[in-house]
Each structure stands twice: as C-alpha cells, then as structure tokens.
C-alpha cells in the first residue's frame, strides 16, 4: 500500500473514531434528557396523589402543574434539539465511513494493480527466457 493511501486511511479512521466519540456523548445527552422526562412524569404523578390526599396540597396543585408544564416543555425542546444533533451526527458519521470505505477500495484496487503488473512482468521475463533457450 502506499503511503499516501496510508495515510488518507489513517485520517479518515480519526475521524470516523472522533465521530463516534461525538455520537456517544450525544447519545448520554439524550438518555439524561429523556431521564428527566420520565422524573418529570413521576413527579407530576406523586403530587397528583398528594393532592388526592391533602386538601391543602390539592390547592396548591394548580400552581405545580403550572411550573410543571414549563419544565416540561424546556425538557422536551432539549431533547428535540439532541435528537436534531444526533441525527446529524449519524449522518455525517456515515459520510465518513463511506469515505474511509472508499480510499480502502482504493488503495486495495492500487495494491492489485500493482501485483498484475509485476505478475506480468514476470510471466514476459519467463517468456524471454524461454525464447532464449530455444533460440540457443
């Protein structure tokens, strides 16, 4: 393989390995995201029966579902964000394994070529030297 195929490949696995750092980091984002939706749920659920309970607490229900919903909303408007960044980041990430893919492909159809080329070479020198011998 030559050198320079070497080192496109190299780069190109940087940079396939850097973005699959950036999709993971992105994926933990996500997860934590969608974590907090589930607490969120789960909060609203217990004060729901807290209020059920507490006539006092139900008076005050109001206001929490109030608060609740803007939490909720900023929650949702992260994760929508981090699902975009995700896709993203899938996408360019299979860009540059097509690309890794494709100076591979290269670089393999290179080293071929040049195990013809010295097959052939090989079989014309054997030839001449058949041509000789006879000639002799």
Known sequence: MTAWAQSLIRISNYQVETLQ???????ER?????????????EVEVERERARDDASAGMLLSAYLD?????????????TVV???E???RDA????FEELKKFEHVAEVTRLDKLAALGRREAAAFDEMGL???TA
Not at 93 to 96: D, E, F, N, V
Request: proline residues 0%; positive net charge; aromatic residues 2%.
């Open 21 to 27: 750092k950036r999709l993971a980091e992105i994926t």
């Open 30 to 42: 996500r997860a934590s995201a969608e974590m907090r939706l589930a607490v969120l749920e789960a």
């Open 67 to 79: 608060g609740w919903k803007l939490r909720k909303s900023a929650a949702e408007g992260d994760l």
């Open 83 to 85: 699902e975009a960044e």
């Open 87 to 89: 896709a993203g980041a």
């Open 93 to 96: 990430l299979t860009s540059a």
């Open 132 to 134: 000789r011998r006879r």
